[in-house]
């Protein structure tokens, strides 16, 4: 079984990608920026960024028959480590409870040069 999800995000038809991919109890939501429902970016700072960015996420593993306690592993990609602490907070808001294993990696830059956060979440739903 293979099922595909999409969001707002113009470059998923550009470059031929899906949101998420859900191959049977496993989704994989691809690389989520700071992208609004109008297909621009987020005004605000790290955390209002990062809120969206995971917000997008799940909502996607939702679509995909998940949820948030399915989440397994998160992966964000920030472009300045002062931003960390605010990530941090927006990342505890949706899985503090959860405890997912979580990496972060500090880059030289993201596709939008006013994003400052980019991540990836993976979960795994219990048959």
Known sequence: MRQHTASASPYEAQAGFSRGVR?????????????????????????????????IAVQAVRDLGGNVDDVVRTRMFITDKSHWPRICEAHAAFFSDVRPAATCVVVAGLLDDKWCVEVEVDAVVAS
């Open 23 to 55: 191959v049977d109890h496993r989704i994989f939501v691809a690389g989520t920026a700071p992208i609004d429902d109008d297909g621009t970016t987020v005004d605000g700072d790290a955390y209002a960024q990062a809120h969206r960015c995971f917000t």
